[in-house]
C-alpha cells in the first residue's frame, strides 16, 4: 500500500493498524538545533486521548510517545525522526462479528475491492487511531513553525447545533469536553449527546482551525497553493467529507463588494478591513490568520442494524459493537490543528527554499 506520506520538505510518513502492536511516524526535513523532547509532544498527543469523556471511545490508550531518532541531547539532527506509540487497549475479539461482513459507511467493502484484503480489527489502517500520529508530528511542525505562529482549533457544530459566534471565547475551549468556544453551547451538547450516546447512533460536527502569526508568502501558484494543500491535509482525515477556506462556500451568496477585502495603509502597515479569504489570496498568504473548517460525518459505527453484504455476496444486516466515539468531530479538533501545523511548516521551509529567507511585509489583521 503507497500513500502513506504528505508534504514535500516537511514529510510525514504515518505506519501501523488500530490493532496492531504499535502506531508510529516519521518526520523528515526538519530542520536541526530545534529544541524537542517527548515533553513537547505529549501533551498534544493527551488532548485526543480517548477515552477522557463519556462522549467519546471508552478505549483507554496512554498514547505515551518515544521518540527513537533524529534527536540528541534535546536538539534535533536534521535526520529522520521516528516516533512510535504502543497500541495496549485493543479489543479485537469485539470485531469478530464483522470479519466477513461489510460495515456500511466503513472503507471495509472499499479496502477489500481494491486490495483483496482487509484487517478488520477496528478498521485497521483505515481507523482513526492513525490520526495519533498525525498529531505528534504536529507538535514537531510547531516546534519548526516557533512560538510566533498560533493555532487553535474549535467544535462549531454537533448535529444540527451551532454556537452562537457573539459569544466566541477562545479560553472556554480547554474548559469543556467539546472544545466548545460557546459556554451557552455545552450543556446544549451535553443532552443532546448524552440521548445520542445511550441510543447507540452518532452524528456529524464541524470542526474551525485559525492559525494567528502566519507571516505572507507562504504556499505559491498555481499547484502548490497553500489553500489547496491545506484542503488536501483537512480532507485526508477520516470521516472527513468537506472542506472549506474562509467564508467558504458561504461566499457564493455572497456580492463582490461582501465578499471583498478591503485593504489600506495605515501607519506605514497594510490593512485589511475583513478576512473574508481566510488569510489566502491566491494560493499565497497575505498575513491574516489562516482560517479554515471541515465537516465530519456521523461516527459509522452504530447499534441500528444497516442493510449490508458479506465478502461471499450474501445479504445481512450488520450492527457494529464495540468502543465507538458518539461524535468522532471531537477528538477531530487537535488532528485538524496537527494538519494545520504541518502543512505551514511545510510551506514556511519552501518558502524560504525559494525565495532565499524571510519576506515579511508589515499586515495588520482586521480590527
Not at 483505515?126 to 516546534?143: D, I, K, L, Y
Request: glycine fraction near 12%; charge should be neutral; proline fraction near 7%.
Amino acid at each position: 500500500m503507497s500513500h502513506n506520506s504528505f508534504g514535500h520538505l516537511f514529510r510525514v510518513t504515518t505506519w501501523g493498524e488500530s490493532h496492531g502492536p504499535a502506531i508510529g511516524c516519521v518526520v523528515d526535513g526538519c530542520p536541526p538545533r530545534l529544541a524537542l523532547s517527548a515533553a513537547d509532544i505529549q501533551p498534544w498527543l493527551d488532548r485526543r486521548r480517548p477515552g477522557q469523556s463519556k462522549y467519546t471511545t471508552q478505549r483507554q490508550e496512554p498514547d505515551a510517545v518515544e521518540i527513537l531518532s533524529g534527536v540528541f541531547e534535546g536538539r534535533t539532527t536534521g535526520t529522520p525522526i521516528a516516533l512510535l506509540i504502543h497500541n495496549t487497549d485493543q479489543r479485537s475479539r469485539d470485531y469478530g462479528d464483522i470479519a466477513e461482513r461489510y460495515r456500511p459507511g466503513h472503507a471495509d467493502v472499499t479496502y477489500d475491492l481494491k486490495y483483496g484484503i482487509r484487517d478488520y480489527r477496528g478498521g485497521g489502517r483505515s481507523s482513526a487511531r492513525e490520526t495519533a500520529m498525525r498529531v505528534a508530528a504536529g507538535a514537531v511542525a510547531r516546534q519548526v513553525l516557533g512560538g510566533g505562529v498560533r493555532i487553535r482549533g474549535a467544535l462549531t457544530q454537533v448535529g444540527p447545533h451551532r454556537v452562537d459566534r457573539a459569544r466566541w471565547d477562545w479560553d472556554a475551549v480547554e474548559a469543556n469536553p467539546f472544545f466548545c468556544p460557546d459556554p451557552e453551547m455545552v450543556p446544549v451538547w451535553e443532552e443532546y449527546l448524552g440521548a445520542v450516546r445511550k441510543a447507540g447512533s452518532s452524528v456529524g460536527a464541524v470542526i474551525e482551525i485559525v492559525a494567528e502569526g502566519v507571516p505572507p508568502g507562504l504556499g505559491a501558484p498555481i499547484y502548490g497553493k497553500l489553500d489547496s494543500d491545506l484542503a488536501m491535509a483537512l480532507m485526508s482525515i477520516n470521516a472527513v467529507k468537506g472542506v472549506e477556506i474562509g467564508e467558504g462556500f458561504a461566499a457564493a451568496a455572497l456580492t463582490g463588494e461582501d465578499n471583498a477585502d478591503p485593504m489600506r495603509m495605515e501607519d506605514g502597515r497594510l490593512t485589511f478591513a475583513s478576512n473574508h479569504a481566510g488569510g489566502i489570496l491566491g494560493g499565497i498568504s497575505t498575513g491574516q490568520p489562516v482560517v479554515a473548517r471541515f465537516a465530519v460525518k456521523p461516527t459509522s459505527s452504530i447499534l441500528t442494524p444497516v442493510a449490508s453484504v458479506t465478502r461471499a455476496g450474501e445479504n445481512v444486516e450488520v450492527a457494529t459493537r464495540g468502543r465507538h466515539d458518539p461524535c468522532v468531530g471531537i477528538r477531530a479538533v487537535p488532528v485538524g490543528e496537527a494538519m494545520m501545523a504541518c502543512v505551514l511548516a511545510d510551506h514556511l521551509l519552501r518558502h524560504r527554499a525559494q525565495v532565499g529567507g524571510d519576506v515579511r511585509p508589515s499586515v495588520s489583521p482586521p480590527a
